[in-house]
T-cell receptor, first 114, second 118 residues
Framework: DSGVTQTPKHLITATGQRVTLRCSPR?????VYWYQQSLDQGLQFLIQ???????AKGNILERFSAQQFPDLHSELNLSSLELGDSALYFC?????????????FGPGTRLTVT | GENVEQHPSTLSVQEGDSAVIKCTYS??????FPWYKQELGKGPQLIID?????GEKKDQRIAVTLNKTAKHFSLHITETQPEDSAVYFC?????????????????FGKGTKLTVNP
């Protein structure tokens, strides 16, 4: 158990809908990262927050957004969902902002868009 | 560009044999190299990491070696067991562009599916 929690574990929704994925980092960690994992793309970095502020963006679509709250939990919002958004979404946390700190991953949310 | 190449993509070994997974990276300034193990239906788990001031690190049956000159690093698993079967990812830290403050990020390889046959 990494100490990172994610809810829900599974999510099934229809095209065009909007969903929110939630992540709570390990105690003491200030950074939260979001990754998308699909079969043919490996782990794709989406976005990072550090202590409430957006730190870095990766391959995140404009239909996706995220935020980190004062208690350091983070939410990833996915809107106007398409079939191709079906994937595993992981969050990871680390104590610092830089990529040279150990990142610990949560169990993931499996999103299925029908 | 920013790239981490990982080989092989699949690896099948007999229980008790050794397994080696290799990664190469493009950024000579990279200085942090973690390895993750992902079992089916679970999130990636950090199993070992190495920083550029050391050439080798061991933890029981797993070891990682780093060759900064050649820009490659490897994961070695000895005396493999069926429970070692999983997908393994390597990663390397790399500098982001100036528009993102030149901070560090992790770039992942595409993974190696290891199967250990009893």
């Amino acid at each position: 158990d990494s100490g990172v929690t994610q809810t829900p574990k599974h999510l099934i929704t229809a095209t065009g809908q909007r969903v929110t994925l939630r992540c709570s980092p390990r105690s003491g960690d200030l950074s939260v990262y979001w990754y998308q994992q699909s079969l043919d793309q490996g782990l794709q970095f989406l976005i990072q927050y550090y202590n409430g502020e957006e730190r870095a963006k990766g391959n995140i679509l404009e239909r996706f957004s995220a935020q980190q709250f004062p208690d350091l939990h983070s939410e990833l919002n996915l809107s106007s969902l398409e079939l191709g958004d079906s994937a595993l979404y992981f969050c990871a946390s680390s104590v610092g902002a830089q990529g040279t700190y150990e990142q610990y991953f949560g169990p993931g949310t499996r999103l299925t868009v029908t | 560009g920013e790239n981490v190449e990982q080989h092989p993509s699949t690896l099948s070994v007999q229980e008790g044999d050794s397994a080696v997974i290799k990664c190469t990276y493009s950024d000579s300034a990279s200085n942090y190299f973690p390895w993750y193990k992902q079992e089916l239906g679970k999130g990636p788990q950090l199993i070992i990491d190495i920083r550029s001031n050391v050439g080798e690190k061991k933890d029981q049956r797993i070891a990682v070696t780093l060759n900064k000159t050649a820009k490659h690093f490897s994961l070695h698993i000895t005396e493999t067991q069926p429970e070692d079967s999983a997908v393994y990812f390597c990663a390397a830290s790399m500098k982001r562009g100036e528009t993102q403050g030149g901070s560090e990020k992790l770039v992942f390889g595409k993974g190696t599916k290891l199967t250990v046959n009893p």
